[in-house]
């Protein structure tokens, strides 16, 4: 089935620095990922659609200078926290929507210091 | 505005009870996703109704799909530990081809005691 690789799973970076974290999809093309963000005990919360080639679509109260996103490729999407905080640790996740469902990627535990 | 409801949001049972988690969504849809998630883990998928009337059954679990009620439920039969986790649905408004991001239900936090 499709698979999705996340990458990396957990990272830990100091305050004022940026961390990109990729998202692959290993054996499909994704035309859109969707990356989203989930606090402690709480649902998924979407922060943004890329669709490959063209600029990411952010929802409401996310700041787009902040998660830049970048789908260049239908095989890669990133996701770069700049100038991190420690109230930008969360679980970060990408999905890969398609016709008949959605794959996620393993998530990635950002944790900032 | 679209809304995914779960209930319950928190499950506490013994082994070998039955169970079910209820989704209700206020918007028309005929896609619906059950996924499960595991403490510091990704979500996995269960689940996926497509049509009015659909069932789907996985070892100790089933989902089923009423589009007419905008409802869905999950069954555990006999429940045992390893069932413990956090279950999601998801609905899918997309109308013909167009994607559409998820709307999420809270999820429902379900711990199954020996």
């Known amino acids: 089935g499709a698979v999705v690789s996340q990458h990396p799973s957990r990272v830990i970076c100091k305050s004022g620095t940026s961390v990109k974290i990729e998202c692959r999809s290993l054996?499909?093309?994704?035309?859109?990922m969707f990356w989203y963000r989930q606090f402690p005990k709480k649902s998924l919360m979407l922060m943004a659609t890329?669709?490959?080639?063209?600029?990411?679509?952010?929802e409401q109260g996310v700041e787009k200078d902040k998660f830049l996103i970048n789908h260049a490729s239908l095989t890669l999407s990133t996701l770069t926290v700049t100038s991190a905080h420690p109230e930008d640790s969360s679980f970060y996740i990408c999905?890969?929507?398609?016709?008949?469902?959605?794959?996620f990627g393993s998530g990635t535990r950002l944790t900032v210091v | 505005e679209l809304k995914v409801e779960q209930n319950p949001l928190f499950l506490s049972m013994q082994e070998g009870k039955n169970y079910t988690i209820y989704c209700n969504y206020s918007?028309?849809?005929?896609?619906l996703y059950w996924y499960r998630q595991d403490p510091g883990k990704s979500l996995e998928s269960l689940f996926v109704?497509?049509?009015n009337g659909a069932v789907k059954q996985e070892g100790r679990l089933m989902a089923s799909l009423d589009t007419k009620a905008r409802l869905s439920t999950l069954h555990i039969t006999a429940a045992v530990h390893d069932l413990s986790a956090t279950y999601f649905c998801?609905?899918?408004?997309?109308?013909?081809?167009?994607?559409?991001?998820?709307?999420w239900g809270a999820g429902t936090k379900l711990i199954i005691k020996p």
């Open positions: 890329s669709n490959e080639g063209s600029k990411a679509t952010y």
């Open positions: 918007t028309t849809s005929d896609r």
């Open positions: 109704l497509l049509s």
């Open positions: 999905s890969a929507g398609g016709t008949y469902g959605y794959t």
């Open positions: 998801a609905v899918d408004p997309r109308v013909g081809n167009s994607n559409y991001q998820l709307i």
């Open positions: 054996d499909f093309q994704a035309t859109t």
